[in-house]
């Protein structure tokens, strides 16, 4: 049964500060791994979806890669900024759910830029 | 594009009532629409999927007399959330995708039983 899990879940960073926000997953069979931010009380925006025959994606000030043989994605973020303040989620369809678009999330990380 | 429409965005309501939250995509057909459920400070769980024109399939553990599904257009979705109970209280969101498209989300629904 494939879990994602996202280390760390909370972060809090100083403005301007270069991070990065990590996801493993047990089943490396995906079809494709999305990042997407959630501000409270609000849905989801798609970030970026790699796919799983691609090694990153950038998009402005955010790359994502992923490592499917080890179980890995990294969101990088630079120069962090206060919007950038919100939930970052995780989330995998696995190869035999491509059909049905099944996401299986990770528990978020928290990320709070400080002024 | 791919504009996905949820409403009502909060409702108050009393212990025993019925609660309809519906789902929109307003300009793409959505041959497939999902149903989840978050609690505070936690990730979303997927409480079923819906296909146009049948039956939602759903995740285990999810009392499929509670929360009926309909998903009568390609376009529309609705949650009924039948005789709700405080327990009941929680964020819903929809998502809507369009066959091997990804999934575009709403912005959820607050609902509150009292």
């Known amino acids: 049964k494939q879990e994602v899990t996202q280390i760390p879940a909370a972060l809090s960073v100083p403005e301007g500060e270069n991070l990065v926000l990590n996801c493993s997953f047990t089943d490396s069979a995906i079809y494709n791994l999305q990042w997407f931010r959630q501000d409270p009380g609000k849905g989801l925006t798609s970030l970026l979806l790699?796919?799983?025959?691609?090694r990153e994606q950038t998009s402005g000030r955010l790359n994502a890669s992923l490592d499917k043989s080890s179980g890995r994605s990294t969101l990088y973020i630079a120069a962090s900024q206060p919007g950038d303040s919100a939930t970052y989620l995780c989330?995998?369809?696995?190869?035999?759910?491509?059909?049905?678009?099944?996401?299986?999330f990770g528990q978020g990380t928290t990320l709070q830029v400080k002024p | 594009g791919a504009v996905v429409s949820q409403h009502p965005s909060w409702v108050i309501c009393k212990s025993g009532t019925s609660v309809k939250i519906e789902c929109r995509s307003l300009d793409f057909q959505a041959t497939t629409m999902f149903w989840y459920r978050q609690f505070p400070k936690q990730s979303l769980m997927l409480m079923a999927t819906s296909n146009e024109g049948s039956k939602a399939t759903y995740e285990q553990g999810v009392e499929k007399d509670k929360f009926l599904i309909n998903h009568a257009s390609l376009t529309l979705s609705t949650l009924t959330v039948t005789s709700a109970h405080p327990e009941d209280s929680s964020f819903y969101i929809c998502?809507?995708?369009?066959?091997?498209?990804?999934?575009?989300f709403g912005d959820g629904t607050r609902l509150s039983i009292l």
């Open positions: 989330a995998v369809i696995n190869a035999g759910s491509s059909n049905t678009g099944k996401l299986i």
């Open positions: 790699i796919q799983s025959s691609q």
């Open positions: 998502s809507a995708r369009r066959v091997n498209q990804p999934q575009h």
